[in-house]
């Protein structure tokens, strides 16, 4: 190899690793990432009946931004939706738009319950830049175990009998006429 392809290949591999560096730790790389899970998502598919869980405990307590405590007890007999999720998530930047379109057509047929780590000063701001109102709570105590997820997003819907009809780890599209018919089905419509 002479110089002139020492150097030229070098400069490709450090315009590479920047390249690189700038996908995974930058906004942009934020945006290509959250692009690429909404091209990725699917409807969500409900448990079969057969593989259905009952929760095992409705005791759960949840704190708003305004700090008013919730228990999971107060939504005991109703369809409950409860998402995972943090401001700093790829997956779930990606699929709040989707979320926000179900909340806005089903926030009174059902309990949505979207439960955030992040501080309410970042997850306040972070609504308002994505211009989303969905109802974000922090969890004050540990989820009944049939909920706990060590990754993100993690999803639940849970019918008015307690069973978890849906449980979904990863991006989806929840805005689909696929799952709409579905949570139709345990709505009663």
Known sequence: MNLRNI???????????VFIGLLLFSPMGTFVKVQLNRLIAFSPKTIAVTDQKKLSSYHWQLMDASGKTVSLNDYKGK?????????WCPPCIAEMPSMQ??????????????????????TN????????????????????????????????????????????????????DSFRKELDVYIGE
């Open 79 to 87: 369809i409950i939706f409860i998402n995972f999720w943090a401001t």
């Open 7 to 17: 150097k030229k290949s070098t400069v490709h591999n450090i315009i590479f690793f």
């Open 101 to 122: 379109k179900l909340y806005d057509d089903y926030q009174n047929k059902m309990v949505f319950l979207f439960v955030t780590n992040d501080d309410f000063t970042k």
């Open 125 to 176: 701001a972070f609504l308002a830049k994505q211009n989303l109102n969905l109802p974000i709570y922090q969890a004050a105590a540990n989820p009944p175990v049939e909920l706990e997820s060590s990754t993100i997003p993690a999803t639940y819907v849970i019918d008015a009998h307690g069973n978890i009809v849906l449980a979904k780890i990863g991006t989806a599209d929840w805005n689909s």
